[in-house]
Each structure stands twice: as structure tokens, then as C-alpha cells.
């Protein structure tokens, strides 16, 4: 049933209906249509459009509906309905009967499709979210099991220098976190609520759409109707986060690929991940690294296509927006599927330890070495270079490496050249000599790999009430301990909002408060991590979190009381006094027993700098 019938005196042609319809692929949006259809119904009989019972009586149509969606979604793709909106409320009427008509009341499938694509996209990133995750920590196993192996670094693919293959391994780590960075701040513009748009000028219904919002778990209404049912910056954006993160994939891919080639023998894939040839019974092909290259393309190709479609699109929705699906549709589960493919290849690797040695001696790839042990013999750099040029040269003439040259042979280039350079020279004096931050020293690389192992295992995020018992736990024991002030469950749940806690491998560990005085001062309060978890850095990881916290809310100034101000000092907070903090004082260190001989000292981390001057704090009461 099309929506649309009445002002129509005949259908629609055969072809024109089979090139307008986009149920054959926006059917996959069918769950988040109907989440988003309960979501609307509720804010229908909020304003008196459906009675309690109307809308209880559509709410449970849309949730059969959604049950049989959830059991069948491909049936629906051939149901011959316009789009998903369509088939959704014909499906509802068919269901429930006419009352299924008023459904449609104050809603345009104009402000519906951008809440369904965004719901899908939220769901979807969240997923890549956690695929993302997995690889880092597979590139980080890797790196801790092959430290020690030594490969040999290229650029412009000649042998360069010899690298750590845990730094290649690390390497990628960092290129992962950028995309993982990138589809977070990504996920906080999808998470923007459109429905109570309209069709472009807002809805005449007084709907609270904030509340809408929070009801679909978005962090906020959108502002401005007219914007909110053409904007698809949200769409181009994942697709700009999937080309770049399928960039840094397929440059992976093809350095496996030329690792795993018979000439480097670097890399064995194991079986899992190749497959042979129908013809050649030697072979084992890297079909799971090609294919990352190769989809490589068509995810680019989505995102040039999206942002082509939207060029100079007049305001406000136009058909033109129905292209927006497919691309995405088809380029975030190829980008899922290629960060699974790459973990099960990143798992599955053997690493031929010897022949990333041998490789990494030749080549002259300690070259460098030989010109800065001049340059430490007071030979001007550019000289030095160019007699390392010419022992290069002596050293191919005699099919040797550098190291393997006699003396004599060094000192008829350069007599200042002693016993001494072939020390220098050997790869493991090559690789131990970048130990600044960030080189390829195993020191170095052992440093990444701890500080990536650290940053995995723990996750700070704000608190829920599934966390009070947890949180309970931590305060009562550090309150017993005489480190913290004991606080009632009740409290904890009354003002669950205020909390932080961490997690690792999946269990709270950590918990921290942030109290904000009815003067706008703030306090940490309640920072607590288990005594006996081994996961470092989750105060700091709890302090920064809520420090961003206090930024986000536009605090000046957040003060801590503590006994540990060498911890605080790190992180930015510098020494107070409590004469500067009459609301501290009165809230609790009246009624405090060691009012008179407490040890705490006072410090605050100024956000505004306002504050630094008398102003205690912001709202003036
Ligand atoms: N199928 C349409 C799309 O994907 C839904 C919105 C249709 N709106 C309209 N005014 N025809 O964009």
C-alpha cells in the first residue's frame, strides 16, 4: 500500500515503481523503524493525539511486528512496499486495524528515515568499535611474541634500516587507534536525535523532543528541522572513517603480501586464511590479504559516491538522499568483514625469524650506523656520507656486507676507521641505538607494547546502577581503611550521575565521584580502585575522565582533598588551601572527627582561568 494514493488519479508505472522503491535494501532498517515508531507512539499520547490505551494497543502491534521482523528479516525486502516506512505502518494496520492510522500523526518519513539511519549507524559503529579493539589487542600479542625478531625497515621498498618486527606490529597498533579515535568522536555526531522534524519545518504537535531523544538513547535532540532531515554529514563521515581505516588495512595487507612472497619469506599465513590454485599444486595464495586490498577500493568508491550525491543538493530533503543507503549499507560490514580477516590473519602468522635476520644484514641497512661513528670521529656528516657511500660500493664489488670489509679495506677509504667500527655495525648495536622515544630499540618497543597492554585492559565510562554495588564495595572498604569518607548505598544511587568507574577485562575495579557545590565548585571525591587489581593507571585514567567531565559542564575549578598530592601534582592540580574552600569545610570537615588534626591536603586544577583569581568559583549564588 503506497502512503500517498489520494491525490493520484492512477498508480505508478511498473518501472518508475521498481527505480523509486527502496525497500529492497532500506528493509534492512526495519528494526530501528519500529524502535523508532514505540519511541514516537509514546510521544503521541503524550500530547493527548493517542489515549493510554491507543497507544498501548500500537505498541503492541510494533513489537509483534518487530518479532517477526527479528525472526524473517529478508522476507521483507520482496513485500512490494515503497520503503520500510511503508511496509512498517501497513504492516501495523494490517495487524491492529484502523487505529494504526494515527501513527503517521505530526511524523514525515523524512525526519523517520534520518532517526532509523542514524539508530543503524550508531549500532553498526559500535560493532566496528568493538572489531577494532580485537585487532589492536591481535597486533599487540604478536608484538610481545615475536620481540626480539629482526626485520629489515624499507623505504621506497629498498632495504633501509633494521627495525623490531614488534615495531612493525606497533605500528599499526597506532594507525588502528587513530581510526578508533576517529569513529568515536564519529559516534558523537550520529548520536543526534532528528524525529519531531517534521518534513522539513518541524512538527505542530507540542512534542518533547529531548525526552524522544533520551527515550531512543541519543544524547540530544537536533536544532534545527530544516537541517536535521537533510544533513548526512553522519553518513559521510563513517565512510570517510571506513576509507581511511580500510587505507591503513590494505597498506597491512600488502606488506603481509610481500612478506609472505617467496622471495622476501618473512611470513608463512597459515592455512586458514589462503586458499590454492586449481591449477599450480605448489601453491598457497594470500586470498584473504588480496581481498583486504582490493575492497579497499569499493569502500573509497562509497565515500567519493556519497559525497558526489550531496553536492549543491538544494535544502531540505530530496529523493536524490534515498542513494545514501546502499553505499553505506554495503561499505560498513565489508570494512567489519576486513578488520575480522585481518585479525584471523595477524593470528594465524608465523614469523621466519631467521630470514627477517639474514634479510635486515643485508642490504647495508647499517649504513647510517657507519656514517654517524664518522660523524662521533669528528668527520663532518655530508663527508661521511659520502665515504659510506664509496665502502657501500667496495663492499657490493666484493659481494660482501659492510661488516664483512677488512680493515684494510676500510682504511683505504678512510683511514680514521679503526677495530672499533665493527662493534658498531652489528644489527643488534643498530637497532639499540634508537632508544629516544618512539625508535625501534627493544626497550623502546617494550615501553609501546606496556603502555597499549595498559590502555586496552582498562575502560573508564560513566557509571550505571548496575555498577552500585560495585561502588558500594570500594567505598566501604576504602572508608574502612580511614582513606575515604563512607558513603550510604542510597546516596551512591541518589547520585549514581556523578560517577565514574573502571573497568578491566570486563569488571569494575575503580570508582570515582564528582560532587559539584551548589556554589558551581567542584570536588573529586570517593576515588577508590581495588587493592588488589594489577592494572596501573586506573586513578589517573579516573581523574582525567572526570576532569573532562568538569570541562564539558563548563566548571572553572574542581579541588580535591587528599593524601596523595604527589598523584594529583602529575595530573595538573596544583596546591589550595581549605581557606579557599568554605564550601568543602562546611559540607564535611565540620562534622569530620579529624576536623582538628586532619592530614589532607587541599589542591584544585583550574579549568577557567577566571578562576585563578579571587573568584572561588563560578555561579555567583
Ligand atoms: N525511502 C526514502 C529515503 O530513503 C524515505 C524518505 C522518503 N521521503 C519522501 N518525501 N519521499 O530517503
Given at each position: 500500500m503506497a502512503l500517498w494514493g489520494g491525490r493520484f488519479s492512477s498508480g505508478p508505472d511498473q518501472a518508475f515503481k521498481q527505480f523509486n522503491d527502496s525497500l529492497p535494501f532500506d528493509y534492512q532498517l526495519a528494526e530501528h523503524d519500529i524502535v523508532g515508531s514505540i519511541a514516537w507512539a509514546g510521544a503521541l499520547q503524550q500530547v493527548n493525539v493517542l489515549s493510554e490505551q491507543e497507544h498501548l494497543t500500537i505498541v503492541d502491534g510494533l513489537q509483534q511486528i518487530l518479532q517477526e521482523v527479528e525472526a524473517d528479516?529478508?522476507?521483507?525486502?520482496?513485500?512490494?512496499?515503497?520503503d520500510i516506512h511503508s511496509y512498517v505502518e501497513s504492516k501495523l494496520i494490517e495487524t491492529i486495524?484502523?487505529?494504526?492510522?494515527?501513527?503517521?500523526?505530526?511524523?514525515s518519513r523524512n525526519d523517520q528515515v534520518a532517526t532509523d539511519f542514524r539508530l543503524w549507524s550508531r549500532k553498526t559503529a559500535e560493532q566496528l568499535l568493538k572489531a577494532i579493539a580485537a585487532l589492536k589487542s591481535a597486533l599487540v600479542t604478536l608484538a610481545e611474541r615475536e620481540l626480539g625478531t629482526v626485520l629489515p625497515g624499507y623505504t621506497h621498498l629498498q632495504r633501509a634500516q633494521p627495525v623490531l618486527f614488534s615495531h612493525w606490529c606497533m605500528a599499526y597498533f597506532e594507525m588502528l587507534e587513530r581510526d578508533e579515535k576517529r569513529l568515536q568522536g564519529a559516534l558523537e555526531r550520529i548520536n543526534v536525535c532528528p524525529l519531531?522534524?517534521?518534513?522539513?519545518?518541524?512538527?505542530?504537535?507540542?512534542?518533547d523532543r529531548q525526552k524522544l531523544a533520551t527515550d531512543l538513547g541519543f544524547s540530544h535532540a537536533t536544532k534545527n528541522s530544516l537541517d536535521a532531515v537533510s544533513d548526512r554529514d553522519f553518513v559521510v563521515e563513517l565512510l570517510s572513517c571506513a576509507s581511511i581505516s580500510m587505507m591503513h588495512l590494505s597498506r597491512l595487507a600488502e606488506d603481509m603480501i610481500f612478506y609472505n612472497s617467496g622471495e622476501a619469506g618473512f611470513l608463512e599465513l597459515a592455512d586458514s586464511v589462503t586458499s590454492g590454485s586449481s591449477l599450480m599444486p605448489q601453491k598457497k595464495n594470500p586470498d584473504a590479504l588480496e581481498l583486504i586490498r582490493g575492497k579497499t577500493g569499493r569502500v573509497f568508491g562509497a565515500f567519493s559516491a556519497m559525497m558526489m550525491t550531496l553536492?549543491?543538493?538544494?535544502?531540505?530533503?530530496?529523493?536524490?538522499?534515498?542513494?545514501?543507503?546502499e553505499g553505506l549499507f554495503d561499505a560498513m560490514p565489508t570494512w567489519l568483514a576486513c578488520i575480522h580477516m585481518a585479525q584471523a590473519c595477524i593470528e594465524g602468522v608465523k614469523v621466519n625469524a631467521e630470514k627477517t635476520k639474514q634479510a635486515a644484514q643485508g642490504?647495508?641497512?647499517?649504513a647510517t650506523e657507519l656514517a654517524d661513528y664518522l660523524v662521533a670521529k669528528g668527520i663532518p656528516f655530508r663527508e661521511g656520507h659520502h665515504i659510506v657511500g664509496e665502502l657501500v660500493q667496495l663492499a657490493i664489488s666484493q659481494g660482501q656486507?659492510?661488516?664483512?670489509?677488512?680493515l684494510s679495506d676500510f682504511k683505504s677509504v678512510?683511514?680514521?676507521?679503526?677495530?672499533?667500527v665493527y662493534p658498531v655495525l652489528e644489527l643488534q648495536a643498530c637497532l639499540d641505538a634508537?632508544?629516544?622515544?618512539?625508535?625501534?630499540s627493544q626497550k623502546q618497543v617494550q615501553f609501546a607494547i606496556n603502555q597499549a597492554k595498559q590502555a586496552q585492559r582498562i575502560i573508564v565510562r560513566d557509571a550505571t546502577l548496575d555498577d552500585v554495588d560495585a561502588i558500594a564495595g570500594l567505598i566501604q572498604y576504602w572508608a574502612r581503611e580511614g582513606e575515604n569518607l563512607p558513603r550510604a548505598k542510597s546516596d551512591m544511587v541518589h547520585s549514581i550521575n556523578e560517577f565514574a568507574v573502571t573497568e578491566v577485562d570486563g569488571k569494575v575495579c575503580g570508582c570515582a565521584s564528582l560532587y559539584i557545590y551548589d556554589t558551581g565548585l567542584a570536588e573529586i571525591r570517593s576515588l577508590g580502585v581495588?587493592?588488589?587489581?594489577?592494572?596501573?593507571?586506573q586513578g589517573r585514567a579516573l581523574v582525567n575522565h572526570l576532569l573532562e567531565k568538569g570541562k564539558k559542564l563548563a566548571l572553572g575549578r574542581i579541588i580535591v582533598l587528599t593524601r596523595v598530592p604527589g598523584f594529583f601534582a602529575k595530573l595538573g592540580f596544583a596546591d589550595s588551601h581549605k581557606s579557599q574552600l568554605p564550601e568543602k569545610v562546611m559540607k564535611d570537615c565540620e562534622l569530620?572527627?579529624?576536623?582538628?588534626n586532619c592530614d589532607e591536603v587541599a589542591m584544585d586544577f583550574v579549568i577557567d582561568s577566571a578562576y585563578q583569581q579571587e573568584i572561588p568559583c563560578k555561579v555567583v549564588a
Amino acid at each position: 500500500m503506497a502512503l500517498w494514493g489520494g491525490r493520484f488519479s492512477s498508480g505508478p508505472d511498473q518501472a518508475f515503481k521498481q527505480f523509486n522503491d527502496s525497500l529492497p535494501f532500506d528493509y534492512q532498517l526495519a528494526e530501528h523503524d519500529i524502535v523508532g515508531s514505540i519511541a514516537w507512539a509514546g510521544a503521541l499520547q503524550q500530547v493527548n493525539v493517542l489515549s493510554e490505551q491507543e497507544h498501548l494497543t500500537i505498541v503492541d502491534g510494533l513489537q509483534q511486528i518487530l518479532q517477526e521482523v527479528e525472526a524473517d528479516p529478508l522476507s521483507i525486502a520482496s513485500a512490494g512496499d515503497e520503503d520500510i516506512h511503508s511496509y512498517v505502518e501497513s504492516k501495523l494496520i494490517e495487524t491492529i486495524g484502523d487505529l494504526g492510522k494515527k501513527l503517521h500523526t505530526g511524523r514525515s518519513r523524512n525526519d523517520q528515515v534520518a532517526t532509523d539511519f542514524r539508530l543503524w549507524s550508531r549500532k553498526t559503529a559500535e560493532q566496528l568499535l568493538k572489531a577494532i579493539a580485537a585487532l589492536k589487542s591481535a597486533l599487540v600479542t604478536l608484538a610481545e611474541r615475536e620481540l626480539g625478531t629482526v626485520l629489515p625497515g624499507y623505504t621506497h621498498l629498498q632495504r633501509a634500516q633494521p627495525v623490531l618486527f614488534s615495531h612493525w606490529c606497533m605500528a599499526y597498533f597506532e594507525m588502528l587507534e587513530r581510526d578508533e579515535k576517529r569513529l568515536q568522536g564519529a559516534l558523537e555526531r550520529i548520536n543526534v536525535c532528528p524525529l519531531g522534524s517534521g518534513a522539513l519545518a518541524g512538527t505542530a504537535y507540542a512534542i518533547d523532543r529531548q525526552k524522544l531523544a533520551t527515550d531512543l538513547g541519543f544524547s540530544h535532540a537536533t536544532k534545527n528541522s530544516l537541517d536535521a532531515v537533510s544533513d548526512r554529514d553522519f553518513v559521510v563521515e563513517l565512510l570517510s572513517c571506513a576509507s581511511i581505516s580500510m587505507m591503513h588495512l590494505s597498506r597491512l595487507a600488502e606488506d603481509m603480501i610481500f612478506y609472505n612472497s617467496g622471495e622476501a619469506g618473512f611470513l608463512e599465513l597459515a592455512d586458514s586464511v589462503t586458499s590454492g590454485s586449481s591449477l599450480m599444486p605448489q601453491k598457497k595464495n594470500p586470498d584473504a590479504l588480496e581481498l583486504i586490498r582490493g575492497k579497499t577500493g569499493r569502500v573509497f568508491g562509497a565515500f567519493s559516491a556519497m559525497m558526489m550525491t550531496l553536492k549543491a543538493l538544494p535544502l531540505a530533503y530530496n529523493k536524490d538522499m534515498q542513494e545514501d543507503k546502499e553505499g553505506l549499507f554495503d561499505a560498513m560490514p565489508t570494512w567489519l568483514a576486513c578488520i575480522h580477516m585481518a585479525q584471523a590473519c595477524i593470528e594465524g602468522v608465523k614469523v621466519n625469524a631467521e630470514k627477517t635476520k639474514q634479510a635486515a644484514q643485508g642490504g647495508h641497512a647499517n649504513a647510517t650506523e657507519l656514517a654517524d661513528y664518522l660523524v662521533a670521529k669528528g668527520i663532518p656528516f655530508r663527508e661521511g656520507h659520502h665515504i659510506v657511500g664509496e665502502l657501500v660500493q667496495l663492499a657490493i664489488s666484493q659481494g660482501q656486507n659492510l661488516e664483512q670489509l677488512s680493515l684494510s679495506d676500510f682504511k683505504s677509504v678512510c683511514d680514521v676507521i679503526d677495530d672499533d667500527v665493527y662493534p658498531v655495525l652489528e644489527l643488534q648495536a643498530c637497532l639499540d641505538a634508537r632508544k629516544a622515544l618512539g625508535g625501534t630499540s627493544q626497550k623502546q618497543v617494550q615501553f609501546a607494547i606496556n603502555q597499549a597492554k595498559q590502555a586496552q585492559r582498562i575502560i573508564v565510562r560513566d557509571a550505571t546502577l548496575d555498577d552500585v554495588d560495585a561502588i558500594a564495595g570500594l567505598i566501604q572498604y576504602w572508608a574502612r581503611e580511614g582513606e575515604n569518607l563512607p558513603r550510604a548505598k542510597s546516596d551512591m544511587v541518589h547520585s549514581i550521575n556523578e560517577f565514574a568507574v573502571t573497568e578491566v577485562d570486563g569488571k569494575v575495579c575503580g570508582c570515582a565521584s564528582l560532587y559539584i557545590y551548589d556554589t558551581g565548585l567542584a570536588e573529586i571525591r570517593s576515588l577508590g580502585v581495588c587493592p588488589n587489581s594489577e592494572a596501573k593507571g586506573q586513578g589517573r585514567a579516573l581523574v582525567n575522565h572526570l576532569l573532562e567531565k568538569g570541562k564539558k559542564l563548563a566548571l572553572g575549578r574542581i579541588i580535591v582533598l587528599t593524601r596523595v598530592p604527589g598523584f594529583f601534582a602529575k595530573l595538573g592540580f596544583a596546591d589550595s588551601h581549605k581557606s579557599q574552600l568554605p564550601e568543602k569545610v562546611m559540607k564535611d570537615c565540620e562534622l569530620c572527627l579529624r576536623k582538628d588534626n586532619c592530614d589532607e591536603v587541599a589542591m584544585d586544577f583550574v579549568i577557567d582561568s577566571a578562576y585563578q583569581q579571587e573568584i572561588p568559583c563560578k555561579v555567583v549564588a
